[in-house]
């Protein structure tokens, strides 16, 4: 069964960056369209970045132009980029894919903008 490890989280003041890493075993991830979603304390886990088998991206309106996501499928890994960011980012961020198939959530990587 694939597992997704997600890495790459920590503290960072406002305005810095961060790039997190998604691997998973497993090979069949180059086939999927993946996403990074995060899930801040008392909300519901949000679809933030997208990007398919083919490289194309797809980003919610509050991280457009600040968050690039990429993926590498000979490594079986996709990264998010985080530039600028802004406290209201503070959450635990996961990667899975973006169709109603799911793999298992991976415990995810935790992301405190703050000064």
């Known amino acids: 069964q694939v597992q997704l490890v997600e890495s790459g989280g920590g503290l960072v003041q406002p305005g810095g960056s961060l790039r997190l890493s998604c691997a998973a075993s497993?090979?069949?991830?180059?086939?999927?369209?993946m996403g990074w979603y995060r899930q801040a304390p008392g909300k519901q886990r949000e679809l933030v970045a997208a990007?398919?088998?083919?490289?194309?991206?797809n980003y919610a309106d509050s991280v457009k132009g600040r968050f690039t996501i990429y993926r590498d499928n000979a490594k079986n890994t996709v990264y998010l980029q985080m530039n600028s960011l802004k406290p209201e980012y503070t959450a635990v961020y996961y990667c899975?894919?973006?169709?109603?198939?799911?793999?298992?959530w991976g415990k995810g990587t935790q992301v405190t903008v703050s000064s």
């Open positions: 899975n894919t973006v169709h109603s198939y799911k793999y298992p």
């Open positions: 497993g090979s069949d991830f180059v086939f999927y369209a």
């Open positions: 990007i398919t088998s083919g490289a194309i991206t």
